[in-house]
């Protein structure tokens, strides 16, 4: 009977403080130890991808092992679903996108895996102890519905493009979020898209790890044409920049 292979969770370097765990590594702690397994009796180890780990580096990970003779003695598991494109997650950076793997699971519901990379935004000023912070959680709720609405809705309306403005957005914090897999649900609470100028919507966006549900995110929002909100914008930003003129003036003349 074979013995049962031995696990290893990879994390990417700025999850450190997660690192502390028995059968958890960063990428430069597994890195300086391959000579070790090199060195090892002979058996398996799965190595299992956390967050933090490109498709890139991994790849560079996969072949540091195989240098040091050990491609059949590690195997490596890394989903391999892609982000989601500029165009559905508004981002510009793929380091920034956190939505991957986007899919229908039946009408109404939505799910995607989360994808962080040690060098989006949201970690580059704030990363502390093994947890990541809530601030993901939400982000990853907007890019969701903005990734399922233009992939799934606004789809509906070809040659259009559209301008989300949030209506209203709450979220509940109810377990710690790690650097592991995860999972993002979305669940269509309201749908109008019948007129092509103006969709709106209400739903529910949960985070998932571990069994848990990690966070609940609950939203409205309605997309627009852009001209509209553009005049809109424009009338309200002029608005605000007479009424700061206006008050500082006032402030220096009763000085």
Known sequence: MSAQPRTVLLVGDRFAGFAVHEGVLTVSQFTEQLPLYAAAAAGRTQVLAGQGITAVRWQELREDAARHGLRERLDFRRPESALSPRGEAHKHQSQNTLIAGLRR??????????RLHEDNELLLDHQTGQHVQGMVAVEAARQ????????????????RSYYYVIDSMNTSFENFLFPLEATIEFLTLRAEVTDPERLSFAADISVHQA?????????????FDPALIESKETRRARFAVDHTVSATAQVLLAA
């Open 105 to 114: 699971e039946q009408e109404g519901r939505f799910s995607a895996d989360l």
């Open 211 to 223: 069994g848990r549900r990690a966070a609940l995110t609950s939203v409205t929002y309605t997309a």
């Open 144 to 159: 969701m519905f903005l990734a399922v609405s233009e992939r799934y809705y606004a789809s509906r309306h070809p040659g």
